[in-house]
Structure formats: structure tokens, C-alpha cells
């Protein structure tokens, strides 16, 4: 078998992944690195380290600055993509004709550049980045950031046709195909990297419900003032918080619940409270997507309670309990802190998360569609 290599240009430097979209690229390139792919990383950064964990995965790593200056906000063209282009970049691609795998519309500069014309490219689409930066804004308080999130909307939106200069979009959930099928009919669905190379599962586990996240992030936020303030404010269950970043007012109202904890910590922290917890609970008020955070909680959790927003279209349906509203939050919570997850359910889970789930199903079938 001939050597089988591939260009990926990433939005970020993937590691540490210790976040959505670096997590995603990070064990993207780890599995395929094993597969046998020889990677040719390039990366685009403004406020991370060069890796030598990467170094040591890829058969060559690239690094150029994200230009950030705001003159970029009036350029017709979204300011995550204008920001991430750089000639030596260009260059590098254009040195042999290996495939090129663009991570996410932020990196699609050079997509329908008329020097790649002729070159294999797919784009990973890690979310409708329109209705993303759409979702940011209602929830932005500061009027600038919001007018941002707002241009930026309408700017992705209009990117979109672009799209059709790929010769295959890998989308992350079945939902973003559907949608994206409009501007490439070229497209499958590549679900979502992760750090679980198997599914953890633990019988003993504590009266808690856990909610996690980055509590930085709006989307995360909002989940967490909902569980707080209309789920648990008045209950008798024990609810621990995992998330650094809290806004001081968040952190005051679970300040103010003797059942409530708010826990800073590391990812180790996160897996320990994630196993023991007797439910995860999960809503999302923004349907972008799968969240790394319940594919986390599946191979390692027990229950895991969510909302429609957070598992339609993204095949885990039938492993999560779904609630909507407050009152229905409340009380399948309350039914599920005396229901065991028994060896039944983890088997059932195990099935149906290595079938569908595991960074190697995802790779062989980026395999299969590019060499």
C-alpha cells in the first residue's frame, strides 16, 4: 500500500484538547495518525503554545499567527475566516498534492482558491455556524460583542454556498448533513472525536446530579442558571456544578442553595465526579451539533438526563432520558436518583457507543471517502 498522507489545517493548536473543537481535531489526528495517515498539521494560533505532543503524532506540524487586527471586521468576508490566512500557508499546500482537510469554515480561506483548483478538499463542519453566532448574540449582554455576534451571522450565512467547492463535507450529526446537503450534495456524517478509547462504567455511585461545562460560554451558562435557579432551587437533591469561568453572579446564586456546589478544577476532577454521579444532567438551549460534553458523559456516566435540543439528530437517542421544562426536569430526576444503571444498561450502552461512536468507526470512514 502506498503512503497515504493528509493536509489538515485546524482553526486552533489542538492541544491541550481542553475544549469542543480541539478535542474533536486533536483526537482526529491521533486516530488517523494510527490508521497510518501521515499528517501534515497546520495550525493557526493567537494564545497557545507550540506541542511537542503534536510533533511527535504528525509527520509535519506547521504554525502561523491569527491576524487579529479589527480593520479585518469590515472585510465582506467572516472575521473567523478572513483572520486565518497566511501566504506561507498557501505555499506549504501547494508543495505536493496531497488531499487537504479544512477544519471547520474558519479555515476555508484557501478553499476555492484557483491554485487548489485542481487538489482534493474536504471540510470538517463542526456546527451551522450561522445559527451559532445567531445563538451567541441573543445571549451576549455587552451591545458590541452582540452587534458582532450579529454581523458575523449574516456573514457565515452568506459564506455558505462557498461550501460547494469541496468534494466532500464530513458534518457532525445526521441534522447538520441535512442542512449542509443544500450547498454540497457531497456530505456523510463523521461524528464528533473524543478522549474515550472505551466506555468506563462504575456500580457504585453517590446521590448527586451533576451539570459541566465551560462555564465561560453563554450556551453553558444559561444551561446552568436554569438548573439552579428553576430545577434544584427548592429540591432536596444534592446538585454539584463542574466549570471554571462562573460569572460572580452565577456563583452566587448557587452560593445561596445549601444543596448546590460549585467545584473549579482539573479534567481528572471532571471524569471522578462524571463516574460517581448517580445522574448527569444535561440541557442545552442551543441545538448546534453534538455535545463532546454528553458523549463524555455516556462512556463514563450513568443516567444521563438531557433535553431535546441537546440528543435530537445525533443518534444517542435511545441511551438518554429526556425531559422538557422544569417540572419534568424535576421530576425524572427525582425518579432517576432511585433507579439503579445496572449492568444491563451499561452493556446496552457499550454496544451502541463502539458501533457508532468510537474514533475508529469515525476514521475509517474518513478514510474510506478520501484515499
Not at 102 to 130: A, M
Not at 154 to 168: F, I, S, T
Not at 259 to 269: D, K, S, Y
Not at 300 to 312: A, E, F, W
Amino acid at each position: 500500500m502506498s503512503e497515504r498522507h493528509l493536509h489538515i489545517v485546524s482553526f486552533d493548536i489542538p492541544y491541550p484538547a481542553d475544549y469542543g473543537g480541539a478535542i474533536d481535531v486533536f483526537h482526529k489526528v491521533r486516530t488517523l495518525a494510527a490508521m497510518g495517515v501521515r499528517i501534515h498539521l497546520h495550525c493557526f494560533h493567537y494564545d497557545r503554545q507550540h506541542s511537542d505532543v503534536l510533533k511527535n503524532i504528525c509527520e509535519k506540524v506547521y504554525y502561523y499567527p491569527r491576524n487579529m487586527n479589527k480593520t479585518l471586521l469590515i472585510n465582506p468576508l467572516p472575521f473567523i475566516i478572513v483572520s486565518r490566512h497566511h501566504d506561507v500557508l498557501l505555499r506549504h499546500l501547494k508543495e505536493d498534492d496531497h488531499p487537504i482537510l479544512f477544519e471547520g469554515k474558519h479555515t476555508c480561506y484557501y478553499l476555492d482558491h484557483p491554485d487548489l483548483e485542481s487538489r482534493r478538499k474536504y471540510v470538517r463542519t463542526h456546527n451551522v455556524e450561522s445559527d451559532y453566532y445567531a445563538s451567541l448574540a441573543a445571549l451576549e449582554m455587552n451591545p458590541f460583542k452582540r452587534l458582532y455576534f450579529k454581523i458575523e451571522s449574516k456573514k457565515l450565512k452568506r459564506y455558505q454556498p462557498n461550501l460547494k467547492e469541496a468534494d466532500h463535507l464530513f458534518c457532525i450529526s445526521e441534522k447538520d448533513r441535512q442542512y449542509f446537503s443544500k450547498f454540497n450534495e457531497h456530505c456523510s456524517v463523521v461524528l464528533p472525536f473524543h478522549a474515550n478509547d472505551k466506555v468506563n462504567f462504575i456500580a457504585e455511585k453517590e446521590d448527586y446530579c451533576l451539570y459541566h461545562g465551560n462555564l465561560a460560554v453563554g450556551e453553558n451558562e444559561q444551561a446552568a442558571r436554569f438548573l439552579v435557579n428553576e430545577v434544584f432551587a427548592d429540591s432536596p437533591i444534592q446538585f454539584k456544578i463542574f466549570g471554571n469561568g462562573a460569572s460572580r453572579s452565577l456563583k452566587r446564586e448557587i452560593a445561596g442553595h445549601s444543596n448546590m456546589e460549585l467545584i473549579e478544577g482539573v479534567r481528572q476532577e471532571l471524569y471522578d465526579l462524571v463516574t460517581r454521579a448517580q445522574v448527569n444532567v444535561l440541557p442545552t438551549f442551543q441545538a448546534t451539533g453534538m455535545k463532546l460534553k454528553l458523549l463524555f458523559s455516556l462512556h463514563n456516566g450513568g443516567h444521563v438526563l438531557v433535553n431535546d435540543p441537546m440528543v435530537n439528530g445525533t443518534g444517542a437517542e435511545s441511551l438518554v432520558h429526556v425531559a422538557e421544562g422544569a417540572a419534568d426536569f424535576k421530576s425524572k430526576t427525582a425518579m432517576l436518583m432511585n433507579k439503579e444503571f445496572d449492568s444491563t444498561n451499561e452493556q446496552e450502552r457499550r454496544k451502541i457507543l463502539e458501533e457508532k461512536f468510537s474514533n475508529e468507526v469515525q476514521g475509517r470512514n474518513i478514510v474510506s471517502e478520501i484515499f
